[in-house]
């Protein structure tokens, strides 16, 4: 029996575990129940999971009290009533709205009536996406589960009246999604951050009482595979995240599938610490990253949220949208593309196709795609229009070499991919294998004339290098 004065005397079983196994000896078997300890060093040697990077494409979905007025962007509360207001939101509430109303009256009016979450489902399933992230607060502070410690404001007390964050992580998980809770760690307007933040940070009044316990109720209720930390206007030491990560990876319901991104302060943490790394909003470096990324982005240009005055311009096309797949994935990242749905709860027809051409495409390009890695060479050398992946086969090396472009003529170049005899040319969807051969320029193959109805798919093509030398 372990005695208190004992040098392997420790606080939780998991550890007294490893101890017990060190002290006997057995220091490589201590591995299997390795304890993070509350510091970057160690928090950032945990490997990100498995599944997180052979998914490569999320939904990012930002809905809250800002797809009320469902103008100009998720920050409008903010820049309506923050120490810098915007003109033209100003002149928008006078104009639309009575005297004396304010934000938080637009909550009343976050109705929800037709949010159907296993319709949503469908659509991201339909998608190729493999995980979803839900803001589950955003910077307003509205809560869209029924927080114990949002009273009056959030999702069961006023407005939809229900639990939008449970209700849509069922509907996900039916459908072999993953599911994860976007937070915001900070609240523009909240007395308590803004007397810590006044206090220089000095005191955690707002962490003890409104942050943490926010997410350890997240976690605990709704076991969320990725957890995406935004809002670190303070040091990572007053947010205490390197605890609440040690929590998150030693302790917790979902510590081993669980998947963090870099928003843990605003001193430095982004883009260095953390899980993955997102370093800013639209993040596509275009070059290869030495460390696992995702490229947070927007089906409308303009705005996270959905916009009452968008234009059928402002939404990205099929065009790029594969691009920035290729772009994204070939580099070594993820790629969560963004859709803001209505106040009412429903998906505009847009987005929605978008999303659904997106899994046309995936589904016929997927394998180029999931589970891939990155390759030697990302873009061609010679060819912009061309982005590459790989996957290691049981013998030998598949390359994918995405063409964003339709060839111009009958004959392709790729200066980058080596051939061996072995070496067998496709395109995903067709089954009839090009012809090629090895030149000085490069790999150069023959594209046949492929009947309209016969091209696999609409806007970009992958041919598929197998055997290939380097």
Not at 159 to 168: C, N, S
Not at 223 to 233: C, Y
Request: with cysteine; glycine share 6%; charged share 20%.
């Amino acid at each position: 029996m372990l005695q208190p004065n004992s040098a392997c005397s420790l606080f939780s079983l998991a550890t007294i575990l490893s101890v017990l196994w060190t002290c006997n000896g057995y220091s490589n078997v201590a591995n299997h129940v390795k304890r993070y300890e509350p510091d970057w060093k160690s928090i950032d040697a945990r490997p990100i999971p498995e599944w997180y990077d052979e998914a490569k494409i999320g939904i990012f979905i930002h809905w809250g009290v800002f797809s009320v007025p469902s103008y100009v962007g998720a920050w409008f509360w903010y820049w309506w009533q923050g120490p810098q207001p915007r003109q033209e939101i100003v002149d928008f509430m006078k104009k639309n709205y009575p005297p004396g109303f304010t934000y938080a009256d637009f909550a009343a009016q976050f109705t929800a009536e037709f949010y159907n979450p296993d319709h949503w489902a469908d659509i991201f399933k339909a998608s190729g996406a493999r995980y979803i992230v839900l803001t589950t607060k955003h910077h307003e502070g509205f809560c869209n589960w029924p927080s114990n410690y949002s009273w009056n404001w959030n999702a069961m007390d006023v407005g939809p009246k229900r639990d939008l964050v449970g209700d849509l992580a069922t509907a996900v998980r039916k459908k072999g999604l993953r599911f994860g809770a976007y937070h915001s760690l900070f609240e523009w307007f909240h007395p308590l951050y803004l007397q810590d933040k006044s206090n220089d940070f000095k005191t955690q009044d707002f962490v003890r009482t409104k942050t943490l316990p926010e997410l350890y109720e997240l976690v605990n209720t709704y076991k969320p595979d990725v957890i995406w930390s935004d809002g670190a206007n303070g040091p990572d030491s007053y947010w205490n995240a390197t605890q609440f990560l040690a929590w998150l990876y030693n302790d917790s319901p979902v510590k081993d599938e669980v998947v963090t991104n870099d928003r843990w302060g605003n001193n430095g943490i982004l883009c260095k610490h953390g899980g993955y790394f997102t370093c800013d909003d639209h993040y596509n470096p275009k070059t290869l990253q030495k460390h696992k990324f995702e490229d947070p982005t927007t089906m409308d240009k303009k705005a996270w949220e959905f916009r009452r005055d968008i234009k059928i311009s402002d939404v990205h096309t099929m065009e790029e949208v594969t691009t920035l797949i290729a772009q994204v994935v070939s580099c070594g990242g993820n790629l969560l593309i963004n859709v803001g749905p209505t106040k009412e709860g429903t998906i505009v027809p847009i987005f929605e196709e978008r999303l659904r051409q997106m899994g046309q495409w995936l589904g016929v390009n997927g394998e180029g795609i999931y589970a891939t890695k990155p390759w030697s060479h990302q873009n061609d050398s010679v060819n912009p229009d061309v982005w590459y992946t790989s996957k290691k086969m049981e013998k030998g090396k598949n390359v994918y070499a995405i063409l964003l472009k339709w060839p111009s003529s009958s004959t392709l170049i790729l200066a980058d991919p080596i051939p061996t005899e072995a070496t067998v040319v496709t395109m995903l969807g067709y089954s009839v294998p090009f012809q090629w051969t090895q030149t000085s320029a490069g790999l150069e193959i023959t594209i046949p004339p492929i009947p309209f109805n016969k091209v696999p798919c609409k806007w970009a093509w992958t041919l598929k290098l197998t055997y290939i030398y380097n």
